[in-house]
C-alpha cells in the first residue's frame, strides 16, 4: 500500500506538465549551519567548521525524502574574508538530486564584538530520474521502461550575514536563477527545464540570553519564501547548560514540530583548539498527516579546528 501511494505521488508531480520546482533540503537544525543556505556564513566560526547532517523524512513510507549534506567553511586572509564548499545529495522516490556550491564572503569587522559580511555562491545540480522504479499499470509501457533522465542546471546565490557574540541577523538566497513567476511550459522545450531550482528567500534571527554563568536560552527563527508556495516560518527556543549541552523545540507552520538535542564537546591547549559534537532532531507532523507524514529524523555531526590564529570569540552555538 505504502508502495502504491509513493507511486501515485511521483507520477502525478510528472504528469501535471508544468514546471517541477527542485527545493532546497531544508533540516531541522539549520541553524547549527546556515551555509546550507546563506554563503554569507562562510568563515563565520572564526576556524575551520566541517558538518555532515543526515535527515530521514516520514520514514513510514517507501520512496519518501532522504537528504545528506556535508560542508567545510573556514575564514582566510585574518578573517577578512571566508570560503565554503557544500554538498547535498537529496532522494524522493525515483528522483535523485546531486548538488554541490562554492561559496565566497567578505566579511566587515564593524568592531570587536560585530561582524556583518556578504556572501555570493555559484553552484551546479545534477537531476536524475529513474523511471524504471515505478510500478507500470501497463506492462511495456515505453514511459517506464529502461527510461532515465539526467539533467545538469546552473545556479548562483547571495546572502548578508551580520553577528555578534550574543546575536545574529541573515537573509539569503541560492536560487537566483531559479523559476520565475511565469510557470508557462513550451511543450518543445527541452525537459531541463522541468528541473530549475524554485526560488526562496530566507530570513534568519537568532539570539543567546545568558542566565547565569552555566544556563542560557536560545530562541531563534526562520522565514522561507518561496515561489509558488506557502511563506514558512520556523520558530525555536532550546536551553544550552554548561556551554555543552542544547535541548530545546520548535514549530514549523507546515503543522510540525521538532524535538532537538546537542552536544560538543572541546579539547584546548596552547597551540590549537579542536571543537566536536553530535546532534539529534525528531520531527512530527500534528493533525490527521501525522499518519502517514511522520516521524522524521536527523542526525548531524560537527568538527572545528582552531590554531589561535585569531582573537574572535565565537558563539559556539550559532
Not at 147 to 152: G, H, K, N, V
Not at 174 to 198: C, I, K
Not at 203 to 229: E, R, Y
Not at 262 to 268: G, I, P, R, V
Amino acid at each position: 500500500m505504502k508502495k502504491i501511494y509513493t507511486t501515485l505521488l511521483l507520477v502525478s508531480c510528472f504528469a501535471l506538465g508544468k514546471t517541477y520546482a527542485q527545493l532546497q533540503p531544508l533540516f531541522d537544525q539549520y541553524h547549527f549551519n546556515q551555509l546550507v543556505f546563506n554563503p554569507a556564513y562562510a568563515g563565520s566560526k572564526g576556524m575551520l567548521e566541517t558538518n555532515f547532517f543526515l535527515h530521514r523524512h516520514s520514514v513510514n513510507i517507501d520512496g519518501a525524502p532522504a537528504s545528506e549534506s556535508f560542508t567545510v567553511h573556514t575564514p582566510l586572509a585574518n578573517d577578512k574574508i571566508g570560503v565554503g564548499v557544500k554538498f547535498f545529495h537529496d532522494n524522493i522516490g525515483v528522483t535523485n538530486t546531486n548538488y554541490l556550491g562554492l561559496d565566497y564572503a567578505y566579511r566587515m569587522h564593524i568592531n570587536s564584538n560585530l561582524t556583518a559580511s556578504i556572501g555570493i555562491e555559484l553552484s551546479i545540480a545534477n537531476y536524475n530520474v529513474n523511471y524504471n522504479k515505478l510500478d507500470a499499470f501497463n506492462d511495456g509501457d515505453p514511459t517506464f521502461t529502461n527510461a532515465t533522465d539526467s539533467y545538469w542546471v546552473p545556479n548562483a546565490g547571495i546572502g548578508l550575514y551580520l553577528h555578534s557574540d550574543n546575536y545574529y541577523l541573515g537573509l539569503s538566497t541560492v536560487s537566483l536563477l531559479g523559476l520565475t513567476d511565469d510557470d508557462t511550459q513550451n511543450e518543445g522545450a527541452p525537459y531541463d527545464d522541468y528541473f530549475d531550482q524554485a526560488n526562496a528567500i530566507y530570513g534568519t534571527l537568532g539570539t543567546i540570553i545568558d542566565i547565569s554563568k552555566n544556563f542560557a536560552i536560545k530562541p531563534d527563527a526562520m522565514v522561507k519564501m518561496t515561489s509558488g508556495l506557502p511563506t514558512q516560518l520556523d520558530v525555536n527556543m532550546s536551553f544550552i547548560l554548561n556551554n555543552m549541552f542544547l535541548i530545546g523545540g520548535g514549530y514549523r507552520t507546515n503543522e510540525s514540530y521538532s524535538i532537538t538535542a546537542e552536544y560538543l564537546f572541546a579539547s584546548d591547549n596552547d597551540i590549537t583548539k579542536h571543537e566536536a559534537g553530535f546532534g539529534y532532531s525528531y520531527n512530527s507532523m500534528l493533525g490527521d498527516d501525522a499518519v502517514f507524514l511522520s516521524p522524521s529524523h536527523e542526525v548531524f555531526f560537527v568538527y572545528r579546528f582552531n590554531k589561535h590564529n585569531n582573537n574572535i570569540k565565537n558563539p559556539r552555538f550559532f
